[in-house]
């Protein structure tokens, strides 16, 4: 299980790898924690900076936290907690809690609470 903590735009996290417009940058084949501050990502010891408009997080696999400032979070597999403060969340299956303060909320099965200030809550 992963963890990834974002702050910034402009990227894609799917399955092992970071695209980011489109090209391949880094492999996070072990990374337990990825990390993006404004422009820079740093996975364990790598470091990638982009420059981008938009951010979309898109996992296939299993993680145990997402904690983004501005993102919509989509998680194809198992998540414990996502935290968002502008985004939609999409998920399946979450053992914690699904939390945002402007986005909508989509999801399977939620062990914990969601909450959203601004936006719905749908169930697939």
């Given at each position: 299980m992963k963890g990834?903590?974002?702050v910034g735009k402009g990227l894609?996290?799917?399955?092992?790898?970071?695209?980011?417009?489109?090209?391949?940058h880094v492999t996070v084949e072990n990374s337990?924690?990825?990390?993006?501050?404004?422009?820079?990502i740093e996975i364990g010891n790598k470091v990638?900076?982009?420059?981008?408009?938009?951010?979309?997080?898109?996992?296939h696999g299993?993680?145990?936290?997402?904690v983004t400032d501005n993102a919509d979070v989509s998680v194809n597999g198992n998540?414990?907690?996502?935290?968002?403060?502008s985004g939609d969340v999409d998920c399946l299956h979450v053992t914690g809690d699904i939390t945002t303060v402007s986005g909508?909320?989509?999801?399977?099965?939620?062990?914990?609470?969601?909450?959203t200030v601004s936006g719905d809550?749908?169930?697939?």
């Amino acid at each position: 299980m992963k963890g990834v903590y974002v702050v910034g735009k402009g990227l894609i996290i799917s399955g092992n790898k970071i695209t980011i417009d489109g090209k391949e940058h880094v492999t996070v084949e072990n990374s337990e924690n990825f990390v993006v501050n404004n422009d820079c990502i740093e996975i364990g010891n790598k470091v990638v900076v982009f420059k981008g408009r938009s951010i979309k997080i898109e996992i296939h696999g299993n993680v145990n936290k997402i904690v983004t400032d501005n993102a919509d979070v989509s998680v194809n597999g198992n998540i414990g907690d996502i935290e968002t403060v502008s985004g939609d969340v999409d998920c399946l299956h979450v053992t914690g809690d699904i939390t945002t303060v402007s986005g909508d909320v989509t999801c399977g099965s939620v062990s914990g609470d969601v909450t959203t200030v601004s936006g719905d809550i749908n169930r697939k």
